[in-house]
T-cell receptor, first 114, second 113 residues
């Protein structure tokens, strides 16, 4: 799976949009961009994923650049409960062979400030 | 709908004892994964199941660790003769099929005294 680069930490004011960037310049054509988050002492939580097009669900929006070398996760109205470590990973889906283990990097520690 | 559940949520045991950790995947998910996460560390892959078969056991740290899955549903991770270095949060995830999006349970925090 391709390597990703994320800022170590970010702050966001409560109620504002949180924009979390991720660089994945070596992404392959069949690799998806996935976002998970981990709130302290909880299991990782799936947020969203995409291949080429921008995606939106009830939790967040994912904006992928046209060259697919970077993406941004957007939490439209951050709350204190969104304080967590956010992980961006790129991975092949349905490859038909090999291990499907997830590997998280260090992620971005997002602190939502009241 | 119901997510992945794990039990117990916390387990404290003495060095040398055996422990069993249980995972109930999302209903209908055929793939199931075990990971562990030590304090401040990343995810460490242990094993995954497709149905009741375990095609990849490469992450099991030693022969003290074993896992099984029966009926294509519940899985049990067993650690024999626990050691202090086994202390960690053990996470289970499931996906609709192998390679699909993985959804995690809340984890079991294991402390070996």
């Amino acid at each position: 799976d391709a390597k990703t680069t994320q800022p170590t930490s970010m702050d966001c004011a409560e109620g504002r949009a949180a924009n979390l960037p991720c660089n994945h310049s070596t992404i392959s054509g069949n690799e998806y961009v996935y976002w998970y988050r981990q709130i302290h002492s909880q299991g990782p939580q799936y947020i969203i994923h995409g291949l080429k097009n921008n995606e939106t669900n009830e939790m967040a929006s994912l904006i992928i650049t046209e060259d697919r070398k970077s993406s941004t996760l957007i939490l439209p109205h951050a709350t204190l409960r969104d304080t967590a470590v956010y992980y961006c990973i790129v991975r092949v889906v349905y490859s038909g062979a090999g291990s499907y283990q997830l590997t998280f990097g260090k992620g971005t520690k997002l602190s939502v400030i009241p | 709908g119901a997510g992945v559940s794990q039990s117990p949520s916390n387990k404290v045991t003495e060095k040398g004892k055996d422990v069993e950790l249980r995972c109930d995947p999302i209903s209908g998910h055929t793939a199931l994964y075990w990971y562990r996460q030590s304090l401040g560390q990343g995810l460490e892959f242990l094993i995954y199941f497709q149905g009741n078969s375990a095609p990849d056991k490469s992450g099991l740290p030693s022969d003290r660790f074993s896992a099984e899955r029966t009926g294509g549903s519940v899985s049990t991770l067993t650690i024999q003769r626990t050691q202090q270095e086994d202390s960690a949060v053990y996470l289970c995830a499931s996906s609709l099929t192998t390679g699909d999006t993985q959804y995690f349970g809340p984890g079991t925090r294991l402390t070996v005294l």
